[in-house]
């Protein structure tokens, strides 16, 4: 049960995590960002939300049988949880790396990488989620 709460808040921070620090003035509402900047922001929180959404299905999922017989496909489709309760977080990780990217823009204070930690803390709590539930 501890695993499936671990991915139960992955979902709530994804659902919620990129609207609230992407749908604001330093991301979508930036008059210095391009539309096309700003079609990729709109992609990214609409992402997070489906992953978000899809993980939780994952978790719960209630249209699996019960009994001995369904053990490996409630671990199967807690292992997917975990892998889409963390892809979003690894990438944004992985984001840091592209040419010219950087994870805060000058006029907010950057250059920097302030998400580093919460993506890392996010991917993890997904993935021992995962562990938790999905391997015992």
Known sequence: MFG?????????????????????????????WPAHAKFHCGQTITLSICLGLITLFLTHRPDLPKGPAARDRRRDSLRLAAFTGSIYWLCGLAGYFFPGADGLDVEF???????????????????VGGVVEGWM
């Open 4 to 32: 499936k709460l671990l991915l139960t808040l992955d979902c709530l921070a994804l659902v919620l995590g990129a609207p609230m620090a992407d749908y604001n003035h330093t991301h979508i509402f930036n008059p210095n």
């Open 109 to 127: 204070g950057g250059p920097g990488f302030p998400q580093r930690n919460g993506f890392a803390a996010a991917a993890a709590v997904a993935l």
